[in-house]
């Protein structure tokens, strides 16, 4: 799954810590959803998508394959 | 995420309260074990008080990773799967190598020590995989 966090984060001038407290997980976890070695559960992916206030397939996206 | 700092400290507080308790129910159930009581119900007894003992520490130690948010108690429930595998490896290169004659007698307690090392490799790996 696609996602463009890197660039909203930067866009809103956040490091990867901020927004990790601001949806309540850890900085290595945001870090995995960025670099796609890690997909998020519905939930957190909907508390990302919230935090920059988008819609949720505006953040993720499915890849062929996925 | 503050909120959940005195959740944590909770349960690192588990942790080492299990640690305690495993700790002496291990040297009591170890001593007396080593003493050879005749008695087959108080060596029973003694066995089950050294397990029973281990799981307050167990316990708490599977709360405090589902304590952990998704992403750490995936790389925990990856670390644990890697632990089951090698284990199995471990156990299995072990019976082969004594049928071989190459291997001698082997405590059963071993077992778990390697275990204990391989679970933390597996942690690093995984950590260091999903980094």
Known sequence: MKNRLKVLRAEANWSQLELAMRVGVSRQAINAIETGKYDPSLPLAMKIARVFDRRIEEVFELEEGD | ???????????????????????????????????????????????????????????????????????????????????????????????????????????LRNIWIGMGILWWLSIVIASWYYR
């Not at chain 2, 700092?5 to 002496?24: D, E």
């Open chain 2, 1 to 107: 995420m503050d909120k959940n700092k005195p959740a944590g400290l909770r349960h690192l507080a588990y942790v080492a309260l299990g640690l305690l308790i495993w700790f002496i129910t291990m040297v009591v159930a170890t001593r007396v074990l080593h003493r050879h009581p005749p008695s087959i119900p108080v060596r029973i007894a003694l066995v089950a008080v050294a397990v029973v003992g281990f799981l307050p520490w167990l316990i708490s130690v599977a709360r405090l990773i589902m304590a952990q948010d998704e992403f750490s108690v995936r790389v925990h429930l990856v670390a644990i799967a890697f632990t089951c595998a090698g284990t199995a490896v471990l156990l299995m290169t072990g019976g082969y190598l004594q049928t071989a004659g190459l291997l001698g007698y082997v405590a």
